[in-house]
């Protein structure tokens, strides 16, 4: 005898949520459906729907985490007691570290594109940036200008997508890591070129 599919009440939105980042990791959000969610915890696809409306809602619960822990990577490196310079370079550093070893947890907050979750995860993606920019300002010695920020975590979102599936992880590319945050240090330290003498 097979045994009996979870109710609605005896599955928990953390059963759902911890079943649902593994299947989005391993697969990808365009691969997975509520019914090989639903399957793969041995209910009906219905008990899942009283809890998430739909695939894009649930979706961007996990996603929530991962903007979680980015930011709390984040505060935990501005709250630090030491010299600031040391601090922004360990900022710099850390963001790459975490994209390279999370790397289908960083496509699906910075690189996935999808109508259906885009409002939401933009939401959670431009929290995250203004923490990181305000970070970086606060640990500067110099006053920023915002697109100078902005071009350092494009440069820092950069380093990560070269990298992505190429390494496997941070490990693997550090000292290249280290050199491009050494470059990106000494170009926020160093007086702007002017256009006009361009």
Partial sequence: M????QSSQELTREMIIHEARTKFVEEGFH??????????????????????????ELFYVVLQEYFLELNGIIDEVVINREENCTKLYKLFISFIEFGL?????????????NSEIDVL????????????????QTLSNNTLLIKDIYAVFIS??????????????????KDAAYAHVDFLIKSLSSEKISRSNL
Avoid: W
Wanted: aromatic share 16%.
């Fill in 31 to 56: 691969q997975v459906s509520m019914r090989s969610i639903a399957k793969e915890l041995d209910c009906s696809h219905g008990a899942i729907y009283y809890h998430f409306k739909n695939k894009a």
């Fill in 121 to 136: 995860s933009q939401e959670a993606a431009n929290f995250s940036y203004q923490k990181f920019a305000q970070a970086v």
């Fill in 101 to 113: 070893n999370n790397q289908s947890q960083y496509e699906s907050m910075f690189m996935l594109r």
């Fill in 156 to 173: 820092l979102h950069g380093f990560v997508v070269f990298y992505r599936g190429y390494a496997t992880c941070f490990e693997e590319v």
């Fill in 2 to 5: 097979s045994p009996r599919k």
